[in-house]
């Protein structure tokens, strides 16, 4: 494995799951092996790389409830990187206190043979689950809307993480603040840059040169369950090229083929070559799931 990433902001809806999938999509599109891990509830980056909840046998849940290994439970995507993905319900039931065995870095020490890089798609809250994730990675990114509550949050979640990284995870570094959903024209946008970069002074967290566009393209393709690389108006879809430059900006990984053969650029599909069910999905077509019990919890 090259590096591991959590994207995370205390904040909800400031774009974590958008970026993790247009992360994902974007180095598989350069040819790495990803992974994307989803433990979020909410199940997002599960549902917008086409993967549904309710066909899979096994989630992250399973993996650390030991119910099955990361290998069972990751599931291969049509746009190049696997998922090891979010069943909500499992997820809610998962109780992780300090001294249990249920410990995230066994999902990377099991799956960092099989890829370069791997992405954490966080639930927006800094406790339980979320701090094993932050103890068991190499860096965050924190996607950030330019409005004081952001501003806010991620200050609070600062210092909250150099706990962690002052006991757990002294490997842990701030890759950086992406700007998403940005409006440099927008008075409140001009207001709040100067309070994160008294953050990024302080605590010494770059923000990222690319910021991310308001796009429409960008909820269409989570619509259509497609990568945001992939939308059909690409010539007017500035969130992907913007994406990619973040991939690059953040990781060095550089396009090495950006075109397909009818001279557009092949988004999603790059680098799956992948086919067929996958045996998560097919196991759960036979009728094999049956560890969660809606009124018993997770057994
Ligand atoms: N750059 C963008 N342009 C337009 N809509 C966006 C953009 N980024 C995110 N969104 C939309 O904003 C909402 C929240 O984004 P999401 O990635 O789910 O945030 P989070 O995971 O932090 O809660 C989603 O509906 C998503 O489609
Ligand atoms: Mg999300």
């Known amino acids: 494995m090259i590096k591991s990433y959590a994207i995370f902001s205390q904040k909800g809806g400031t774009g974590k799951t958008t970026t993790s999938l247009a ?8 040819g790495r092996k990803v992974l994307l891990v989803d433990v979020d509830q909410q199940e997002d980056s599960t549902i917008a790389s086409g993967v549904e909840p309710e ?16 290998k069972e439970a990751i599931v ?27 410990h995230f870095r066994k ?8 890829y370069d890089y791997i992405v954490v798609d966080c639930p927006p809250n800094i ?3 979320t ?69 990024s002074t302080e605590y010494g967290i770059r923000i990222f040169e690319t910021k991310i566009p308001d796009s429409t393209y960008v909820r269409e393709s989570q619509l259509m369950k497609r990568p945001v690389y ?23 990984e550089k396009m090495k083929e950006a075109k397909n053969s009818n001279g557009k650029q092949d988004a999603g599909t790059a680098g799956s070559g992948r086919e067929g069910a996958p045996a ?12 969660w019990n809606g009124k018993n919890g997770w057994k």
């Open 23 to 30: 992360l994902a999509a974007g180095l598989a599109r350069r």
């Open 55 to 70: 066909d899979v046998v096994f989630a992250v849940a399973d993996v650390l409830n030991k119910v099955c290994t990361a």
């Open 76 to 102: 291969p995507t049509e746009f190049g990187y696997d998922i090891l993905p979010s069943w909500g319900k499992a997820l809610a039931a998962l109780t992780v206190k300090p001294k249990t065995k249920v």
């Open 107 to 114: 999902i990377i020490d099991e799956a960092k043979e099989d």
């Open 127 to 129: 406790f339980g689950l």
């Open 131 to 199: 701090v094993q994730v932050l103890e068991s990675v190499d860096e965050i990114v924190f996607p950030a809307h330019a409005d004081s509550f952001s501003e806010r949050a991620l200050e609070r979640a600062i210092e909250e993480i150099h706990a962690v990284r002052d006991g757990k995870n002294r490997k842990l570094s701030f890759g950086g603040i992406l700007f998403n959903r940005h409006r440099p024209d927008y008075n409140a946008t001009k207001f709040a840059l100067p309070l994160f970069e008294r953050l």
């Open 230 to 252: 992939d939308v059909i108006d690409r010539d007017y879809n500035k969130a992907a090229p913007a994406f990619d430059a973040f991939v690059e900006e953040l990781t060095g």
């Open 280 to 291: 998560n999905r097919q196991a759960r077509k036979a009728g094999k799931r049956g560890s």
